[in-house]
């Protein structure tokens, strides 16, 4: 993958959002397990990507790849909890909800494609 990888850089500029969030929840809001919750899959997914970055083979990026893209759906879940408890607004609900969603997308295009490469025996990695 290229240097100036678009999932990647998104992913990891997620993972900061999520840590501030995560910071806002504990210290602002007093709410400490769904918070977790959101702070191990929202920055998990950067650190799949990372992974699936270095993989050894195409099925192994798109494993790990896969992984991520588990692991952004979580993040929708408790975001949308989140907002449900009434720990977000409807603007922060919104904004973050957003970035996942677009990660999803991102993510999910990825996997189609390397699917299809797979499928017709273009390696891109052994």
């Not at 709410?31 to 650190?47: D, Y």
């Not at 991520?68 to 975001?79: G, H, L, Q």
């Not at 904004?95 to 025996?121: H, M, Y």
Request: proline residues 0%; hydrophobic residues 35%.
């Amino acid at each position: 993958m290229k240097t100036d990888n678009i999932v990647q850089k998104k992913s990891f500029d997620f993972a900061i959002r999520i840590v501030g969030l995560y910071k806002y929840l504990t210290e602002e809001k007093k709410e400490f397990l769904i918070s977790k919750q959101l702070f191990r899959a929202g920055t998990s997914i950067g650190a799949n990507i990372e992974e699936s970055i270095g993989g050894q083979s195409d099925k192994d990026f798109l494993t790990k790849l896969s992984i991520s893209y588990k692991e952004a759906r979580e993040v929708i879940y408790w975001i949308k909890l989140l907002s449900s408890c009434s720990y977000l607004t409807i603007k922060q609900t919104e904004s973050i909800l957003a970035d996942a969603e677009e990660l999803c997308k991102i993510i999910g295009k990825i996997q189609v494609t390397t699917k299809k490469r797979i499928l017709n025996g273009q390696v891109l990695r052994k």
